[in-house]
């Protein structure tokens, strides 16, 4: 069984860019969550998303946005990069149920000159 | 102060030493995550709880739900066993909301041979 894969794994942006991640989870699950990971900051919750709705959200800025597509997988987007956006972006997948456990990505790693 | 408070920071033990990693809360859980990152980013769940106590091989984990305390305890270590391991918390709130998570800050765990 496939795990959680994330897409692109290491990427360079400036200041001003946007950009999109993207998140596999594992076959059968509904839900994927994603999360910015920050040296400063630690682990951070952005958002939830179940069967393509947005079922949780972060205290992140507009500038975050996510989806979801019918096969479960789930686009990230950031839209005018700041270089506090460089962090470790990781997504997880579970099936969404109350003992659903979760499966991380290996993350995709932003830097933002 | 943050609402999941892990101790100790730093860890640093001889291979087979007994290892013992604590995780406070403040608020209302319906469920606590032990993650372990190794170097490079990815993560894995090791245990989610609700209640009680867990033993994954030479792992186990402990709740008092309570007293609002988890802990991690790592019998024989091993020096595989450096990581960083991380204690996360789904907050209780209406629905299911188990992908968003609290993360404490992490316990970097050194183990030498």
Known sequence: KAGVTQTPRYLIKTRGQQVTLSCSPISGHRSVSWYQQTPGQGLQFLFEYFSETQRNKGNFPGRFSGRQFSNSRSEMNVSTLELGDSALYLCASSDGAYTGELFFGEGSRLTVL | ?113
């Open chain 2, 1 to 113: 102060k943050n609402e999941v408070e892990q101790s100790p920071q730093n860890l640093t033990a001889q291979e087979g030493e007994f290892i013992t990693i604590n995780c406070s809360y403040s608020v209302g859980i319906s469920a606590l995550h032990w993650l372990q990152q190794h170097p490079g980013g990815g993560i894995v769940s090791l245990f989610m709880l609700s209640s009680g106590k867990k033993k994954h091989g030479r792992l186990i984990a402990t709740i008092n739900i309570q007293e609002k305390h988890s802990s991690l305890h790592i019998t024989a270590s091993h020096p595989r066993d450096s990581a960083v391991y991380i204690c996360a918390v789904s907050l209780r709130a209406g629905g299911t909301s188990y992908g968003k998570l609290t993360f404490g800050q992490g316990t970097i765990l050194t183990v030498h041979p």
